[in-house]
């Protein structure tokens, strides 16, 4: 049996029945809103918070953007700037808009993809660091447009986080929060673990709800969990919780 990594998060834990299996890569699905940066954002800020070396790798926003979002909406964190400054938590990126420029050229992208995965391999061994999160997928699914370079794009990114032994979040935007409209990308299968976030009802009476689909090597709850997004973090109610 792996260890398993503590998210720190207390519900995700629990529906992980103790934690991630050290060395697994993540995927956290969802709609757009749905939490996937703050909640990644979270489990490494818990992770630094226990004394290891954590890196958020933003695709999608600039790495102030990240921070300042994260702490608008984590407002009872206070030592994130502390955090940053002991280099427990980095937080690194690469300029989105220069990431997507030229991006259908395959020639082109499989140069900017094969940046974006040295970029994050230095900036790990540079740091020594044990956790990543990597924000997001979808960014590099946009820069490759073929798909066959894309399954290898992604395999090839799964075995340098295998190699690098970190264990990471990676971020997917899903076109629907429907469970039985999924249609799972089929290369998200070569990545170990699955989490979705659910996002149902309106704008002013939303529902958010988790579940995980599956973890690699070890066991999970089958029960879509609610949660929130507090000042405190993310709140999920465990199945106990529920009184399930
Ligand atoms: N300052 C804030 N205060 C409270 N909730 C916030 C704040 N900022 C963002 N949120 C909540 O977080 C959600 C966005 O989270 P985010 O992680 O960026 O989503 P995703 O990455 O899935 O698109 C918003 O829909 C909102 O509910
Ligand atoms: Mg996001």
Redesign the pocket.
Known sequence: MANLVKTGISGLDAMLYGGVPEGNQVI?A????????????EYLYRSAKMGVTSVFFAL?ETPERVLA?AK??F?EFKDIDALIKSKKLIIDGEDPTAVLHGGSESGTSQYEFGKIVSDIESVVVSSGAKRIVI??LSVIDMLVSDQVVYRRSMLALVNNLRRLGVTAFL?A?MVTPERRELRFKMEYFVFDDIVI?Y?KGEEDK?M?AMEVIKTRGSKHSFVTTPYE???GGVSILSAEEMGL
């Open positions: 956290i969802g709609g757009p809103g749905a939490g996937k940066t703050l909640l990644s954002f999608e979002n608008a909406a407002s924000d997001s971020t935007e976030m996002e939303r958010l997004i507090t000042p």
